[in-house]
């Protein structure tokens, strides 16, 4: 049996923890540069609030509703999560973190510790709530994909249990469960499904195997096996490493000036870089991107706002993992796509063809990567993880740059750092 835990609203909840007098009041996040709602409350959602919208277009409903606004704080939420499946592994000793709110708990071991599966989820959901005052559902099946089934019915359950431990249980869920909310069903292959008249989990689950082979390949029959109680998905306690590692950050504004982009680029590229040396793996080739804002229709100085985008794709003469090396092949990426006179709203860098960290192939006009420089960038993880993000940095990185964004409702980060925990009089 899995169960799959779920953070209720997670993101409002975890502001909750040290704002206890926002309890059932309503609140939104904004994403990171304060433009759109990314996390709501139950009490916002029921407000009329929607996942994405733009932050300007609530301002008459904050206006009557006193809803209380706050800025992503990713910092603080990666640490609340952490604690959140540190706590999982009481329950059960095989943990996957599926995403920052979400995990898969592996339960067979435990099936005599509790009088029954309902019994477990509501300890779970109980504990939880106690010790990290966190909202959790939970969801518990044969398989990951009725794991996720039942986590979905869960939120409509008084107690946030489902459980679908009988083959009744399973089909009564999935009759009335629709075929696009599956997990693994994307839009496209839901609208061919819906073509057919499959228009439900259940019928989904009765289909014929080459059928459903040659509509949905053999990831569609993975999923109409879990459908059947039959385990394909197993728990991947130790997922395996990244294929690629990305980020495209937005500026607070827009900007015209290289040297400032490529002070943005130098700042994230670092952030990726200490993600690659964490997995261990070396990164064989480096993806720069620029773009305008599309959306703008405003004049910038009297200019009409022009659009522009580009990519380019350095490969390196050897993989590595050091961030000098490889900043050295995008910055040399965005000098050849940058263009002047144009307004930049996003720099965006990737990391591909990841190899393990042990991989060494000398090419025929190089020897292979700087082993000192692959240590060196070790070695500043390690200063900069003890005395905070930049205490040691890339000369290219501006001490007071003005690309940032600059969110207006950021918490403290109570948790991660000495200067923002709450002090008790």
């Not at 950050?249 to 900007?255: D, E, L, M, T």
């Not at 001490?399 to 009089?425: A, C, F, G, H």
Request: glycine share 6%; charged share 25%; hydrophobic share 35%.
């Amino acid at each position: 049996m899995y169960a799959l835990v779920d953070g209720k609203n997670f993101y409002a909840s975890c502001h909750r923890i040290f704002r206890r007098d926002l309890e059932g009041k309503p609140i939104i996040v904004l994403s990171n540069r304060d433009g759109n709602v990314v996390a709501r409350s139950d009490e916002a959602k029921a407000l009329g609030i929607k996942m994405g919208q733009v932050f300007f277009e609530t301002k008459e409903l904050r206006e009557q509703n006193e809803i209380t606004v706050f800025s992503s704080n990713y910092e603080f939420y990666g640490d609340i999560s952490a604690k959140l499946m540190s706590l999982l592994t009481q329950f059960a000793p095989d943990v996957e973190v599926y995403s920052i709110d979400e995990a898969f708990l592996q339960l067979e071991e435990y099936t005599g510790i509790y009088p029954s599966y309902q019994d477990l989820g509501r300890d779970i959901r109980i504990k939880i709530k106690q010790w990290l005052h966190i909202p959790v559902g939970v969801g518990i099946a044969p398989t990951k994909t009725l794991a996720k089934v039942a986590n979905k019915l869960a939120k409509k359950s008084p107690d946030l249990v489902c459980v679908l431990n009988t083959p009744e249980a399973i089909t009564e869920a999935l009759e009335d469960f629709p075929v696009e909310d599956l997990w693994g069903v994307g839009r496209q292959s839901a609208a061919k499904l819906r073509n057919v008249g499959i228009k439900t989990a259940a019928q989904l689950r009765d289909v014929n195997d080459d059928w459903i082979r040659q509509v949905m390949t053999v990831n569609g029959l993975r999923l109409v096996h879990e459908l059947r109680g039959r385990p394909c998905k197993l728990l991947e306690v130790n997922p395996p490493p990244r294929k690629s590692i990305c980020t495209e950050p937005g500026f607070g504004h827009v900007i015209p000036d290289l040297s400032q982009i490529n002070d943005a680029l130098t700042v994230h590229l670092s952030r990726i870089c200490e993600k690659l040396r964490r997995q261990e793996s070396l990164c064989g080739a480096v993806t720069v991107w620029l773009r305008t804002n599309p959306h703008r229709k405003t004049p910038i100085n009297g200019q009409p706002a022009k659009q522009y985008s580009n990519s380019v794709t350095v490969r390196l003469p050897h993989p590595t993992s050091s961030t000098l090396e490889i900043i050295k092949y995008a910055e040399s990426g965005l000098k050849a796509i940058f263009k002047f006179g144009y307004h930049y709203a996003r720099v965006g860098v990737m990391l591909t063809d990841l190899v393990p960290a042990d991989y060494r192939q000398a090419g025929v006009f190089t020897q292979g990567p700087d082993e000192r420089l692959i240590r060196l960038s070790r070695a500043m993880d390690k200063v900069n993880k003890r005395y905070g993000h930049d205490t040691l940095r890339m000369a290219s990185q501006l001490y007071n740059p003005e690309w940032p964004m600059k969110p207006q409702w950021l918490t403290p980060r109570y948790t991660t750092q000495w200067e923002d925990i709450l002090e008790v009089s």
